[in-house]
């Protein structure tokens, strides 16, 4: 439970754990009664950022292998959030598929603040 979020944790597909061979994830889904519906994904490897399965895997290339359309993509600083005291800066994604439309945030945090 964060705030008024409640969470229950989740299991990626086996052919997906087998293509990204991650070190550890956490995968879960929060809900809140008045405010929606949130997916959470964190991933840890120790394989190069630019290259997973030996292809970029960035939100231009993981979100339409996985059926969606990118309506829009830019980058937004996250008010509040520094990293080695530098501002947080995240990919905000608008993604489509069918009827349904998300709102995804993702970056990429390397060792050395990267």
Same mark, same amino acid.
């Given at each position: +439970?964060?705030?008024p979020w /409640?969470?229950?944790?989740?299991? +990626?597909? !086996?052919?997906h754990?087998?293509?990204l061979?991650?070190s550890?994830y956490i995968?879960?889904?929060y809900?809140?009664?008045?405010?929606? +519906? *949130?997916?959470?994904?964190?991933?840890? =490897?120790t394989r190069?950022?630019?290259s997973?399965?030996g292809v970029? /895997? =960035?939100?231009?290339?993981?979100?339409?292998?996985?059926?969606?359309?990118?309506k829009?993509?830019t980058q937004? !600083? *996250?008010?509040? *959030? !520094?990293v080695?005291g530098?501002p947080?800066?995240?990919?905000?994604?608008?993604?489509?598929k069918g009827?349904i439309?998300q709102l995804?945030y993702?970056?990429?945090q390397?060792?050395?603040?990267?």
């Amino acid at each position: +439970m964060v705030g008024p979020w /409640h969470g229950a944790p989740n299991r +990626m597909r !086996e052919i997906h754990l087998k293509q990204l061979k991650l070190s550890d994830y956490i995968l879960a889904d929060y809900a809140a009664s008045a405010l929606g +519906m *949130v997916n959470f994904l964190c991933i840890l =490897t120790t394989r190069p950022r630019r290259s997973v399965g030996g292809v970029a /895997h =960035t939100p231009r290339t993981c979100i339409p292998g996985g059926g969606w359309e990118i309506k829009k993509l830019t980058q937004v !600083e *996250v008010p509040g *959030v !520094e990293v080695y005291g530098a501002p947080l800066w995240a990919n905000r994604v608008l993604i489509k598929k069918g009827g349904i439309t998300q709102l995804v945030y993702s970056w990429f945090q390397g060792q050395d603040g990267c």
